[in-house]
């Protein structure tokens, strides 16, 4: 076990990587979203560079906007896997990296969520992580019988309801329930079943979950919001929380706000691991990695950078392209949003210069250099207070992560700052989190505890 505070690190497997070009990439398998194997080839490579986890973002429905009309269409951002189908299939072909998916608070219900992911965490042996999400877009919502999406507050009010609910489920047998006495014909003490029984302004949950208590515990509860609410969420919930920033001091700004806030619900700031996302592009030389990165630049499309935006700002289809960004009128997804505006504006860029400029990162931090390069980018956020590790945003799958494995984890071990070899067989043990005691049975145990020694006195 490593006795010193070190880097951690995720990879966003989506798709075919997260450059807006990723599946145009000479090397990239075009239709590798919908390839188990290809899949089995990232999570594997991940694997050998002793990342943390692969994480698998989700929606429930296409969302990219095809704004303007065309957009969609060439883009690969439209057909994937469903998540935990996925990651059970990964789980038999990799021993250590954690798995973690998306699920929405939004268009599931609690017993669904946790049913799945206590599943997960069986089949991997402690191995599950839950991204929890509210789920944004109309274009989700109308395929749950709805024209839009609930407002900030409402999605927000039902997901802390939900996770508190998903929580307890987990916690309906005890860590030992189960003595499978053949002999006696026992297969579990009915005195550690617990029944949640919860009733709240949107959930009525009677439990027991049909899944016994899972090998670490429960699984890994991660979060990306950016919101005052997500922000809340995420120090009351989150063990590990994905954010995205570009400068320094808005990464350090986000991290002592959300840190901040975990003693009101009596957490530590250790509890909580904050990792931005990041897209590394590494060479051997920088010029290197600058001809690697312009190959996927020159491959992005108008009617593709256009979309991009149109996710975020609206269709800015109407404005010239080499005319400056306008003040949006259809603002989506508010905070990412702002830091597309923000980066604008900093640069007075037009909006062909705004799309490529977004077209790699979406808003996350990019650096392009020497492996030298990108570990002194890491290493400075990680010392200075703006990141406990990093989501790893490959620009084009495989090869774009495996050239962080191949290049930048080594310079990171050199310094000390990574491991090299998992301390773990959980994904909790490896992030380095508690086990998370079952509230019920260590209520029992402190109430024991008092009785023995209110007798003894």
Not at 7 to 14: A, E, H, Q
Not at 283 to 303: F, I, N
Not at 407 to 417: A, D, N, Y
Request: aromatic residues 8%.
């Amino acid at each position: 076990m490593a006795s010193h505070r070190q880097i951690r690190l995720g990879v966003s497997m989506i798709g075919l990587g997260y450059h807006l070009a990723a599946w145009r990439h000479p090397d990239a398998p075009a239709g590798g979203n919908m390839e188990l194997q290809h899949f089995v080839r990232v999570t594997q490579a991940a694997e050998r560079g002793l990342f943390d986890m692969a994480f698998l973002a989700d929606g429930v429905g296409i969302r990219f906007h095809d704004e303007p009309p065309g957009a969609l269409c060439h883009t690969s951002k439209n057909v994937q896997f469903e998540p935990l189908t996925l990651l059970s299939a990964l789980a038999m072909v990799t021993e250590r990296i954690g798995l973690v998916a998306t699920a929405s608070t939004t268009y599931n219900e609690p017993y669904h969520v946790a049913r799945k992911f206590a599943s997960l965490d069986h089949i991997s042996d402690g191995r599950a992580g839950w991204n929890v999400v509210t789920s944004v877009t109309d274009m989700e919502a109308r395929n749950f019988n709805r024209d839009k999406a609930p407002g900030y507050d409402a999605r927000y009010d039902r997901a802390a309801e939900f996770v508190e609910v998903v929580r307890g489920l987990w916690e309906s047998w005890e860590d030992d329930a189960f003595v499978r006495d053949k002999a006696s014909g026992l297969n579990y003490d009915p005195g550690k079943l617990h029944v949640l029984d919860h009733h709240g302004p949107h959930f009525q949950v009677r439990g027991p979950l049909n899944v016994a208590r899972t090998p670490q515990g429960a699984p890994v509860i991660v979060q990306a919001g950016a919101s005052e609410q997500g922000r809340e969420l995420a120090a009351a919930t989150a063990d590990v929380v994905y954010a995205a920033a570009q400068r320094l001091e808005d990464a350090q700004a986000y991290y002592a706000a959300v840190k901040g806030r975990m003693a009101r619900y009596g957490r530590a700031p250790e509890a909580l691991k904050i990792m931005p996302g990041i897209m590394a592009v590494p060479g051997r030389t920088r010029q290197e990695a600058e001809d690697k990165y312009a190959v996927l630049q020159e491959l992005v499309q108008p009617v593709v950078g256009l979309g991009a935006l149109s996710n975020y700002l609206g269709d800015l289809s109407g404005f010239p392209l080499e005319g400056p960004v306008p003040e949006p009128t259809n603002r989506r997804m508010h905070s990412r949003a702002q830091i597309f505006l923000d980066i604008a504006r900093r640069g007075g860029l037009s909006i062909r210069q705004l799309y490529l400029a977004v077209a790699g990162g979406n808003g996350h931090r990019l650096v392009i250099g020497t492996p030298v390069d990108i570990a002194d980018a890491m290493e400075e956020w990680f010392l200075n207070g703006a990141a406990d590790g990093f989501n790893i945003l490959p620009p084009w799958l495989p090869g774009g992560l495996e050239d962080v494995v191949e290049m930048v984890v080594p310079e990171l071990q050199r310094r000390g700052l990574y491991r090299t070899g998992y301390e773990s067989r959980t994904l909790r043990g490896n992030l380095g989190i508690a086990w998370p005691e079952h509230r019920r049975a260590g209520a029992k145990r402190a109430a024991i505890a008092q009785a023995l020694g209110s007798a003894a006195q």
